[in-house]
């Protein structure tokens, strides 16, 4: 049997702790009407719901438990161009979709700008974002971006870094060489979430938190159902990735819940802030299992990695991830460490986010495989347009087609675990 969803509050997070708000939206109660119902209010469910009422449409917006809850609420924050999975597409569509490929890749970033700026949105939003080659072999990849950037006349600023200069602006000797994309760059995740609700808010989206979906009638004008009332919409958007039990006997075994965990720091001096980040940018290594670290706006290094795909969290957070960071920076072995947490990302067998449609009228969009700030924003606005019946970006990924696992969803865990063994030896060779 299928755990059903437990309300909850927010996970002990920096993020958490340093929200703009608190929200506190109405549990959802009696009958309702709208134009699309979107279940799910992580960046997925807001993105959409947010784009659709800009577009004109009456949405409902249901969560289980709060705003950013999810994934949305807890993630590195690191805003990287792309969708997991997109050379997979490239490669069944063809050079003719190169330029659409290319674009799609920046929709998020461009999104998330906008939408900053528009909406006074404080989030800490900061360009620059730094992938680290930790092998000699892997300071190639960085060619290839340089060369991709200039195919497509780039025109945002972008660098390559030698090992010299990475040693001398990350302040230690873990990387080979690095490139620096000034488009890209960082912010506080569960801050911009929140920002977009409200603004889809006051432009009459109705939001219901605490309140978990316990079936969805299917029908002309479908039925999202919980504990206290009920939506009725034209259309239904499923937005609940990792966390999702909904159509289980369409999608179980999709998408498979892998931890992600994160330290933060006690505020760092402006002397150790300069030896090991004076640029303010984020950081990612270019293994397999990435680790990945930035420094948040008061000045504390959020560390992150050591993605788990067994099912199992680690027992001791602070444990698991402290010494991957003191082997990068061995000079922070005494700093306190304030903040400790983790959840669940949705990986896909094939990296490609798994997007259809169940009975014509209800959409699913999930699995970002650990690549969801920009993702998501991209699949807001692609599922806003096939709701209104525009398929050209959804078809890129519906056609794509997902097999699931045979078995349990635990096991299929395993089989991911068993897989990704052999990608953790590959990084340490």
């Not at 134009?35 to 409902?60: H, M, P």
């Not at 950013?68 to 050079?95: D, E, T, V, Y």
């Not at 990986?347 to 969801?372: D, E, K, M, T």
């Amino acid at each position: 049997m299928r755990k059903e969803h437990q309300k909850q509050e927010h996970t002990n997070s920096y993020y958490a702790a340093t929200a703009n708000e608190v929200t506190n939206y109405p549990v959802l109660g009696g009958a309702r009407s709208a134009d699309v119902c979107v279940v799910g209010a992580g960046f997925t469910g807001v993105a959409t719901a947010l784009t659709l009422a800009e577009r004109g449409f009456s949405v409902a917006l249901v969560e289980a438990n709060r705003v950013g809850w999810g994934a949305s609420g807890r993630n590195g924050g690191q805003l990287i161009n792309g969708i997991s999975g997109l050379s997979k597409i490239a490669r069944k569509r063809g050079r003719d979709y190169d330029s659409m490929l290319w674009d799609l890749k920046w929709r998020g970033n461009d999104i998330i700008y906008d939408r900053v700026e528009k909406y006074g949105i404080q989030c800490d939003l900061k360009n620059g974002f730094l992938e680290v080659a930790k092998k000699p072999a892997h300071l190639s990849y960085f060619d290839e971006f340089a060369a991709e950037r200039e195919r497509h006349n780039f025109p945002h600023r972008y660098e390559i870094w030698d090992r010299e200069t990475t040693r001398a602006n990350l302040g230690t000797d873990a990387f080979y060489g690095g490139f620096l994309c000034h488009r890209d760059g960082h912010l506080h995740p569960l801050n911009l979430c929140i920002g977009e609700a409200r603004a889809a808010h006051a432009l009459g989206v109705q939001i219901f938190e605490q309140s978990p979906v316990t079936c969805i009638e299917h029908g002309t004008r479908p039925r999202v159902t919980t504990e206290g009332g009920y939506v009725e919409a034209d259309s239904v958007i499923l937005a609940g990735n990792a966390y999702s039990l909904l159509e289980w006997q369409h999608l179980s075994n999709l998408v498979f819940p892998a931890g992600s965990y994160i330290i933060g720091t006690e505020p760092l001096a402006d002397d150790v802030v300069n030896e090991i980040n004076p640029q303010d940018v984020a950081v990612c290594d270019t293994n397999e299992v990435v680790d990945y670290y930035r420094l948040s706006a008061d000045k504390r290094l959020l560390y992150g990695g050591a993605c788990n795909y067994s099912g199992r969290d680690p027992v001791n957070i602070k444990s698991f991830i402290l010494p991957r960071m003191l082997k990068v920076y061995p000079q922070l072995q005494n700093v306190r460490i304030d903040f400790e947490w983790g959840g669940k990302i949705g990986v896909v067998l094939n990296r490609v986010p798994a997007v259809g449609r169940i009975n014509g009228n209800v959409y699913y969009c999930q699995g970002y495989s650990g690549h969801g700030v920009n993702a998501t924003h991209i699949m807001g606005e692609i599922m806003a347009d096939a709701v209104a019946g525009t398929m050209e970006r959804y078809d890129l990924f519906a056609d794509m087609g997902h097999f699931r696992l045979p078995g349990s969803q635990w096991i299929g865990n395993q089989i991911i675990a068993l897989g990704m063994l052999y990608y953790k030896i590959k990084d340490r060779l």
